[in-house]
């Protein structure tokens, strides 16, 4: 019995350390990329929170808050019709060339779509359904029915679908205190943000 509660302990123990610690310790994280990719990662969740955290203070202390109104900010547009703005592209734009092209394209790559009414195409960013980002989802999925979901949707869409991210704006269904969330988060608003202010010629 107590070899028993003493496993309970440790497996209670190691998902939550797992849950909550830095990116680049985490377990799910290091199963699908290296470290050099892993370095990539980061550097975008910390360019997401400078971009949603509205001051220095509130970056330090309490990045679960910031995450959480920006959360509820983008509910609140969505009920709306509205998309949130992150930041201006050209600032998202310069920002992925500090990231490596090889993570980039383990989480992104360029397509196009159509513009309405017109046989006219414009070049736009799409998630990598082939990538370690997309492995990345499907491992977080064996443990969460929502992003299980997400995957799933993710997979059978192969492109943009403002539909994908409907799950992301209801907070009671994932607990954004675990990290490994907070990146997918980051990663798909990113993704919305280049998406709604993008307006180029394939």
Known sequence: MKKIKIVVVIFLVSLSTN???GIKYNGTVKSVFNQSEIEDLER?????KKNICFSKDSLKKNEVNCYKKFIDRAFYLA???????ITPLFNQKEFYNKLKKE???EVWHYGYSKKPNSLDTLRVLDF??????????KELGKNSKVIDHYYNSFIMSGAYSPSLFTFLLERKYY???DIRLRLVIAISYLTIND???RNEEY
Not at 44 to 48: A, G, N, S, Y
Not at 79 to 84: A, R, T, W, Y
């Open 103 to 105: 993570t980039f394209n």
């Open 79 to 85: 009920k709306k019709g509205e998309n949130i703005t």
């Open 44 to 48: 975008i969740m910390d360019f997401f």
């Open 19 to 21: 849950a909550q610690e």
């Open 175 to 177: 607990k954004i205190e």
């Open 195 to 197: 998406y709604a202010q």
């Open 128 to 137: 990598n359904t082939k990538g370690k980002y997309a492995k990345y989802l």
